[in-house]
């Protein structure tokens, strides 16, 4: 099936810079508090969680770069004493509004399908460890005994009291009730779900609807959708390259999605919603804003297509965790350096909780990057920010980085005092 001709034709200019204004990051750091959290969520839907803490974990990262004087705390009250947020699934582990919770019961009823057989290992203590939490609150694993080892969802060993936990909650019988570092903390759904989310009906009555939703909420996502991004469109309850098509046109024909071309990207055809039309015409129409800088995370919605972000911003990105030493370009959690609407470096960044010193291991600027005293003004300005993030006292630059020219602003990043 073909794709719907365009009726929209955007400059590569255009395509970034919606794309960034879709994010909050047109420019970085202007909403503010709670409400600005959870106008940023509702818009783009979800961010994804990981645990992985160098200098902060991933939606802390996103959040940091989006949300003026941010700080972690913040989300853990919206997600653990407020409730309005909510830790869950959503192609991958993610933070979504917890008035969400009603649109994944085709996730949850999935999750059931495939785990809740007798003839799982967890499926035998499921019940004792439902009655234990409704007798005794949350717990978390390490408050059962630990007794014999399965293979867990990664394929890699872990106990059955852990093993259970999860599928409980992947069913959606527990919900993350907190988090106290790397330990989740597990409360019956029933119990810590508002009473008018947790006996809500799927808002979706038909699988016609619910792939409308759930296409739609992706595109938001991100802001511009590739329909041949294979991996950023898993997640969804049976919808498959093809049904994915169908759903795509018939958006198109509803009016809820606007097929795009962009320039200099041939035989490809993009989606925007129709509701995010009027942050375009801004785009379009509007005076670009004072270039700043910002610090994305690896994870970042922004970062979820990496063929996008070749095509519009000549930036070739691999998240190397997960790579051996010996195979890494540049390092195990490098991050980007985004300044208007470019991509102008890359670092490698390490954090001393103790010595509350945020050490730049290395820096690599991107080809044609010319440094001149506005974009050192943004940076300091960024590092600054980012240090009170992090209720870091100072930066300083490893012995590689120091090799690096136009580091010079990173001192200034570091004379400004802090209140921690």
């Known amino acids: 099936m073909s794709p719907p001709a365009p009726t929209l034709k955007l400059t590569r200019t255009q395509a970034r810079r919606f794309l960034l204004a879709h994010q909050s990051l047109w420019p970085p750091r202007k909403l503010r508090g709670k409400a600005g959290v959870i106008d940023l969520i509702r818009r783009i839907g979800a961010v994804q969680f990981d645990p992985i803490n160098v200098v902060g974990r991933n939606a802390d990262l996103a959040l940091q770069s989006r949300i003026r004087d941010y700080r972690p705390a913040l989300l853990h009250r919206l997600l653990y004493e407020d409730r309005q947020l909510l830790d869950g699934w959503d192609k991958v582990a993610s933070i979504y509004l917890t008035s969400d919770w009603p649109y994944f019961g085709r996730h949850r009823d999935r999750m059931r399908a495939q785990h809740s057989q007798p003839s799982n290992p967890s499926m035998r203590i499921a019940a004792q460890v439902i009655e234990a939490i409704r007798e005794e609150g949350p717990k978390s694993s390490i408050d059962f005994k630990r007794g014999e080892s399965i293979e867990g969802s990664w394929g890699q060993s872990t106990s059955l009291p852990r093993a259970c936990l999860e599928i409980l909650y992947a069913m959606g019988e527990l919900v993350i009730y907190d988090r106290v570092g790397t330990r989740r903390l597990y409360e019956l759904a029933e119990r810590a779900l508002p009473e008018d989310v ?16 759930h296409v739609l909420r992706r595109i938001g996502g991100l802001g511009i959708a590739n329909p041949a991004a294979g991996d950023w469109w ?19 024909n509803q009016g809820d999605l606007n097929a795009v071309e962009i320039e200099n990207i041939p035989n490809r055809t993009f989606f925007i919603r129709t509701v995010d039309l009027p942050t375009l015409d801004r785009v379009r129409r509007g005076r670009p804003p004072k270039q700043r800088a910002a610090i994305i995370g690896a994870l970042d919605n922004l970062m979820w297509d990496r063929n996008m972000l070749r095509w519009l911003f000549d930036f070739d990105y691999v998240w190397e965790v997960y790579k051996p030493a010996a195979q890494r370009r540049y390092g195990y959690y490098v991050l980007p350096i985004l300044y208007g609407d470019r991509f102008i470096a890359r670092m490698d960044p390490a954090f001393d909780r103790e010595q509350r010193e945020l050490t730049i291991n290395n820096w690599w ?36 980085a120091r090799s690096k020219s136009s580091l010079d602003w990173v001192q200034s990043s570091s004379d400004a005092q802090i209140a921690v």
Do not use: P
């Not at 947790?198 to 939703?213: G, K, L, M, T």
């Not at 044609?368 to 240090?387: H, I, P, T, W, Y």
């Open 365 to 400: 600027w991107e080809d044609g990057v010319e440094v001149n005293d506005e974009m050192r003004s943004a940076l300091v300005r960024c590092f600054q920010d980012f240090r009170r993030y992090l209720q870091a006292d100072r930066v300083n630059l490893g012995a590689k």
């Open 198 to 213: 947790i006996s809500a009906a799927d808002r979706n009555e038909s699988n016609e609807e619910y792939q409308d939703w």
């Open 234 to 252: 898993l997640g969804m309850h049976q919808i498959n390259a093809e049904s994915r098509k169908v759903t795509l046109r018939r958006l198109v």
